[in-house]
């Protein structure tokens, strides 16, 4: 014959230990002998419940290690705390500096970075975009891909917060953090300068990209000052990347007369300059000098180290996101475009052109 006791063990929550289902508020509900309703006011913070009832409620919670679904919040409050980050080429290591800065504000603020990757293609950053909003994506923060468009970052802006890194696109208005690409440039040129070279090539990535353009502009714009325009067969555009440094300085080596100082507008392009130049049998900086742009980790630990235009990544990313987190707690002021210095570290790349060493020791 079953007792009571015996009935009543039947019926009692199963522990956490010999759960085979996940927790749900029922479970709760019939640990803590409330109703479902006051079980879903305790969980959503609500001030309608009596202390001794939330409390039981609480320790039900807590011996069946219930975990509230984070989804089914979000989608009952129409966001979540999602931030989404597209950045145009995670490879290229300037740009993980860039989303750690951003990761760490957005953390600070109870937010989590979704990082996505474009490969620099615009129907995967389309369809990067397309998702984030399905999710309900809190922001986004975003260094555009070389294609991309500015239309659809409109869209988004009109119901979710935007901020562009490094890039800003073709007629955005809205908020920006960037660094003085221009100034960095001009002050490369001025060392070359001051190191008395005077023919000069050029490699650069896409000239299309916003930061590439004034890279270039800055540093012809120093050389026109001091009256030197640069033949455009000196100045070789294809990617941000050491195979294009590798192909372009190949070429600007058969050119005549040959540059004896290049300027590169990343670092990844002069580690494929340096590879060419060791194949044709030249050296750094005794027959050609090099400075490049963002002073990548290995910068400094190459050979010779890298003269080059440090760009402070991290700092763009704490700073986009923190013009985020603004937008995101209310802000309405006029969209802001921050613009970061940068800073020329010299080092062992460059040096003074050989025929001014020559006179210089006469």
């Known amino acids: 014959m079953r007792t009571i006791i015996d009935s009543a063990k039947e019926n009692a929550p199963v522990p956490p230990s010999r ?42 919670i807590r011996q069946l290690g219930y975990q509230p679904s984070q989804i089914a919040r979000d989608l009952k409050r129409n966001q979540t705390n999602i931030v989404g980050m597209i950045v145009p080429d995670i490879t290229n290591p300037f740009f993980p500096a860039v989303v750690r800065g951003a990761e760490d504000v957005a953390y600070h603020h109870s937010y989590r970075l979704v990082l996505c990757n474009a490969d620099n293609d615009t129907d995967k950053e389309r369809a990067y975009l397309q998702q984030l909003q399905a999710y309900r994506m809190a922001g986004l923060i975003i260094i555009p891909s070389e294609n991309s468009e500015p239309r659809i970052l409109k869209e988004i802006e009109s119901s979710t917060p935007v901020v562009c890194l490094d890039r800003k696109p ?10 003085d690409n221009a100034g960095g440039a001009a002050s490369a040129a001025k060392h070359l300068l001051s190191l008395g070279h005077r023919t000069f090539g050029i490699i650069t990535g896409n000239l299309k990209l916003a930061p590439a353009a004034s890279r270039v502009e800055g540093f012809c714009t120093e050389l026109r000052k001091a009256g030197i325009i640069i033949d455009p067969a000196y100045i070789q555009q294809g990617r941000f990347d050491r195979a294009s440094g590798y192909e372009k300085m190949r070429f600007l080596l058969h050119l005549q007369p040959r540059p004896t100082a290049v300027f590169a507008t990343n670092d990844l392009i002069v580690l494929g300059a340096l590879s060419a130049l060791r194949e044709a049998a030249l050296r750094c900086p005794e027959d050609m000098s090099l400075v490049g742009f963002d002073d990548l980790e290995f910068s400094e630990l190459v050979n010779p180290p890298l003269t080059t235009v440090a760009q402070p990544g991290y700092q763009m990313g704490a700073k986009g996101a923190t013009l985020l987190v603004r937008r995101l707690q209310g802000a309405t002021d006029a969209s802001q475009n921050i613009v970061l210095p940068t800073e020329l570290k010299i080092r062992g790349s460059t040096a003074a052109l050989r025929s001014a060493r020559l006179r210089a020791a006469e």
Do not use: F
């Not at 640990?31 to 039900?60: C, F, Q, Y």
């Not at 073709?170 to 660094?179: E, I, L, M, Q």
């Open 19 to 60: 759960q085979t289902e996940a927790v749900t508020m029922k479970h709760i509900a019939s640990l803590a002998r409330v109703s479902i309703g006051t079980v879903s006011h305790v969980i959503n913070g609500s001030a309608r419940v009596r202390e001794p009832l939330r409390r039981r409620v609480l320790d039900a």
């Open 170 to 179: 073709a007629r955005w208005g809205s908020d920006t953090v960037t660094v």
